[in-house]
């Protein structure tokens, strides 16, 4: 069973900068995906960001629009997530997943039902 802990997030201003972390327990091809959603109440979770371990190719939802950066250390089983230029919108609860590279299609999934392993979340506050 693969576990992931997450740590990081935390309260900033906008324009701010703030990065997450995410380890996981295990390497394994149902795990080779690792991505960041977030959730607000009453909303879907939506991709983030997502990198493929094995050659570390990156996608990022449209909103984040160059503003965060997702990076891995593959030997430490590790994800990364930096923050900056933060907004308002971006307050919402972080959660990482972990899910199966799609070869049919060449990349990761988008959608969060494909993930099956998902860490604890951490909060993320930005105030204007």
């Known amino acids: 069973q693969v576990q992931l802990v997450e740590s990081g997030g935390g309260s900033v201003q906008a324009g701010g900068s703030l990065s997450l972390s995410c380890t996981s327990s295990?390497?394994?091809?149902?795990?080779?995906?690792m991505a960041w959603f977030r959730q607000v109440p009453g909303k879907a979770r939506d991709r983030v960001a997502s990198i493929y371990m094995r050659d570390g190719r990156a996608a990022y939802g449209d909103f984040v629009q160059g503003r965060f950066t997702i990076s891995q250390d593959f030997a430490k089983r590790t994800v990364y997530l930096t923050m900056n230029s933060l907004k308002p919108e971006d307050t919402a609860m972080y959660y990482c997943a972990a899910g199966p590279f799609l070869r049919s299609v060449d990349y990761c999934p988008t959608r969060f039902h494909a993930y099956e392993y998902w860490g604890q979340g951490t909060q993320v506050t930005v105030s204007s």
């Open positions: 295990e390497y394994t091809s149902a795990s080779n995906c």
